[in-house]
């Protein structure tokens, strides 16, 4: 039992910091469109988007965890396989929540930018 959780705990947890590494070094860009380059809310932001990932899923690894009694090698490579997979669809499913709410964000900044560029067009020729 100790092997398939140390197995299971090393790759669960080498997965999360992996795809929570790549995530958040490539949605800084995301952050700092929806921010308007305000760097001083994107990457904070972005800081506390990460913390929250590696929570979830560090705690999603550790309820996945638990397991009963295995008898063979076959029943461990068994057990692995059918925890490691579900962790993975678990995984990727967050990352394409976070993508989603990180396009999400972007196209609401650019809606209200175009709302305001509009906006400004209108005033000017009222003016004139």
Request: a positive charge; zero cysteines.
């Amino acid at each position: 039992m100790v092997k398939v959780y140390s197995i299971y705990l090393v790759i669960s947890l080498g997965m999360t910091f992996f795809v929570a590494k790549v995530l958040f070094q490539n949605s800084k860009i995301f952050m700092l469109d929806i921010f308007k380059g305000r760097e001083e809310i994107a990457f904070p932001t972005n800081r506390l988007f990460e913390i929250g990932f590696y929570l979830m899923n560090v705690g999603a690894a550790l309820l996945f965890m638990k397991t009963t009694q295995i008898l063979s090698h076959q029943g461990l490579l068994e057990t692995l396989s059918l925890k490691i997979g579900s962790f993975s669809i678990y995984l990727g499913l967050m990352l394409f929540m976070n993508l989603y709410l990180l396009f999400r964000g972007k196209k609401v900044s650019s809606m209200k930018r175009s709302e305001v560029e509009d906006l400004e067009i209108d005033l000017d020729g009222a003016a004139l």
